[in-house]
């Protein structure tokens, strides 16, 4: 969302309030569900690594997941 919100320069609040609801508005359903079923999965790595880093804990957990499926 911050990349398409910046894709140009922003030259006041009232600009940037348009494009905050412009693209908020174009953001599908699925990638809001999608985003709502992961937020327990990142709480809890960013617990797990104290605030700092991880998403290399993600892709671990998701790898190790994969793998026994297969």
């Known amino acids: 969302m911050h990349e398409r919100v910046y894709e ?3 030259n006041d609040v009232d600009e940037l309030c348009q494009r905050l609801l412009s ?7 699925n990638v809001i569900d999608e985003a709502i ?10 617990v797990r690594a104290k605030g ?19």
Do not use: P
Not at 23 to 29: P, T
Not at 57 to 70: A, G, I, Q, W
């Open 37 to 46: 079923d992961q937020w327990r999965t990142r709480l809890t790595a960013c």
């Open 52 to 70: 700092g880093h991880f998403e290399h804990l993600m892709y671990n957990r998701l790898k190790l997941n994969v793998s026994t499926v297969t």
């Open 8 to 10: 140009e320069c922003v």
């Open 23 to 29: 693209v908020w508005h174009s953001i599908g359903q």
